[in-house]
């Protein structure tokens, strides 16, 4: 975080794992996704390097870029389905139907229900 963004572990609050997606893509070993959200009041300090440049994107224009197929359901998911629940969730890339999907289930202990 603090090589890509400048920010360092006490500037960001609340750091969380909120989404973990599976994807078996081309047939390689599966690859996982993490995906963390936190909250910081400093302004990043993008870096460049080498795989490219990091910049603030308005939200309505963040489903025009090229983007992994994960990364825009993901986006998707948390942008117009999140109601504020920060409870783990796991994602599953697959197809249905024809379709590009990402199955979401919430990850609970079964402790929790006895």
Known sequence: MEE?????GKDVKELKLIYYVLRNLK???????????G?????????KFSEGSLYWIEKQKIFNLDMVMTS????????QENKGD???EIGVATYVDGTEKI???KLVDFDKYK
């Not at 890509?4 to 360092?8: A, N, R, S, Y």
């Not at 047939?27 to 959200?37: A, C, D, G, M, W």
């Not at 909250?39 to 870096?47: A, E, I, V």
């Open 86 to 88: 920060e409870e783990l």
């Open 103 to 105: 199955l979401w289930n």
């Open 4 to 8: 890509e963004t400048g920010l360092k």
């Open 27 to 37: 047939n390689e070993t599966l690859r996982q996704q993490f995906v963390y959200f």
């Open 72 to 79: 825009k359901y993901i986006l998707k998911y948390y942008l």
């Open 39 to 47: 909250k910081t009041d400093n302004d990043p300090l993008f870096m």
